[in-house]
Each structure stands twice: as structure tokens, then as C-alpha cells.
T-cell receptor
Framework: SQTIHQWPATLVQPVGSPLSLECTVEGTSNPNLYWYRQAAGRGLQLLFYSVGIGQISSEVPQNLSASRPQDRQFILSSKKLLLSDSGFYLC???????????FGNGTRLTVT | QKEVEQNSGPLSVPEGAIASLNCTYSDRVSQSFFWYRQYSGKSPELIMSIYSNGDKEDGRFTAQLNKASQYVSLLIRDSQPSDSATYLCAVKSRNNNDMRFGAGTRLTVKP
């Protein structure tokens, strides 16, 4: 069966510090991979999605970036965090074009 | 105009009642529709998928889709306190691989 691993679970970082969140999927090949952010009490905002290695689609211009160095690995990065980057970051995967997304447990990021 | 719209609630129903959650979407080429449940502090979990017009039932849950009206709903029968959560409507377009979410409806089931 497929599983998705996302870490860390919680993170507190100062403004201006770098960020690296990692997500890996097991049990499937060539998944579509996604990064979402959820601000407190808000809906899910799509940040990036990827249909293959090195293929990244960006939805929102911001100081975040994403990379997919391996088929089942998706990384979210920032060189300098802003206060507004605080939120609940969710990685997700899907198999086919019409299939649902399956989420990791998320990373709660607090920028201080 | 928001792509996926839901009433934010909160929606409160007594235990045993039917909870009705509604969602509208703007992209006419949307092809796949999903309902997720999200408990506070947790990640969303999939409840239902629906792809064609009509009703789809799974246990106490029924999803309804009307593509002409660009409307999808979720009915929860015999609501339980454990159903108290935020319910997210999600839509996938035929032309893209991304999935768009509504802001969610918070449901409270009172014992």
C-alpha cells in the first residue's frame, strides 16, 4: 500500500531563516505531488504541484520554491522566511489525472 | 470569483439528524469532485469521490453532483458527535492536474 511521509511535524523558525520541508511517497511510481498551505482557520492554498522529476508548476508567486530531485521526493524551500509564511504545510500525492489526493500528516510552521 | 465556494458555517445539527453540506464551482470543465473531512489540527482525509451526475452513497454519506448547475453536495445521515469537523469540497479540472479546495464548512453535531 502507498504511504506518504512528511517531516518535521512542527517547526519554529525566526524571520529571515531558511526552510526545507521534505515529503516522500512509498508504494507507487511517478505520482503527482503537491504542496498546500493552510493558514489558521482558512482553506487550503495550492502552492506547487509536480507531474514528474524536475517538473514544477507554481501557483502563487512568493518567496517559496519547490523541487523534485527524485520520483517520489518533493521538497519545499525558502531562503528567507517571512512572518506570513506561518501555517500548516501539507504534502499530498495522487496517481492519475482524476484520482483523489492523499495527504501527509502536515508540518505546522511558526515563524517568529 | 472564487473557484470553489462553500458556506463557512458553522453548521450545527443534533445527533441523529441529517447534515447537508453544499459546494459550487466555477470551472465548467471540472471533471472530478471530492469531499474531505478535516479534524482540528489534522490533515484532510478523503470521504467521497464522485465523477458523474447523480447520487453516490457510501454508508452514512451521500454525495450528489449536478454538473449543469455546477453544484455538489454531501449528506451525512444519522449524524454523530464524531462527525464534528470541517468538511472540504475539492474539484479537479479536466485540463489540469491541480486540485482546488473550498474554504470548508465547519460542522458541529450536538449530543
Amino acid at each position: 500500500s502507498q504511504t506518504i511521509h512528511q517531516w518535521p511535524a512542527t517547526l519554529v523558525q525566526p524571520v529571515g531563516s531558511p526552510l526545507s520541508l521534505e515529503c516522500t511517497v512509498e508504494g507507487t511510481s511517478n505520482p503527482n505531488l503537491y504542496w498546500y498551505r493552510q493558514a489558521a482557520g482558512r482553506g487550503l492554498q495550492l502552492l506547487f504541484y509536480s507531474v514528474g522529476i524536475g517538473q514544477i508548476s507554481s501557483e502563487v508567486p512568493q518567496n517559496l520554491s519547490a523541487s523534485r530531485p527524485q520520483d517520489r521526493q518533493f521538497i519545499l524551500s525558502s531562503k528567507k522566511l517571512l512572518l506570513s509564511d506561518s501555517g500548516f504545510y501539507l504534502c499530498a500525492w495522487s496517481v492519475q489525472e482524476n484520482s483523489p489526493l492523499h495527504f501527509g500528516n502536515g508540518t505546522r510552521l511558526t515563524v517568529t | 470569483q472564487k473557484e470553489v465556494e462553500q458556506n463557512s458555517g458553522p453548521l450545527s445539527v443534533p445527533e441523529g439528524a441529517i447534515a447537508s453540506l453544499n459546494c459550487t464551482y466555477s470551472d465548467r470543465v471540472s471533471q472530478s469532485f471530492f469531499w474531505y473531512r478535516q479534524y482540528s489540527g489534522k490533515s484532510p482525509e478523503l470521504i467521497m469521490s464522485i465523477y458523474s451526475n447523480g447520487d453516490k452513497e457510501d454508508g452514512r454519506f451521500t454525495a450528489q453532483l449536478n454538473k449543469a448547475s455546477q453544484y455538489v453536495s454531501l449528506l451525512i445521515r444519522d449524524s454523530q458527535p464524531s462527525d464534528s469537523a470541517t468538511y472540504l469540497c475539492a474539484v479537479k479540472s479536466r485540463n489540469n492536474n491541480d486540485m482546488r479546495f473550498g474554504a470548508g464548512t465547519r460542522l458541529t453535531v450536538k449530543p
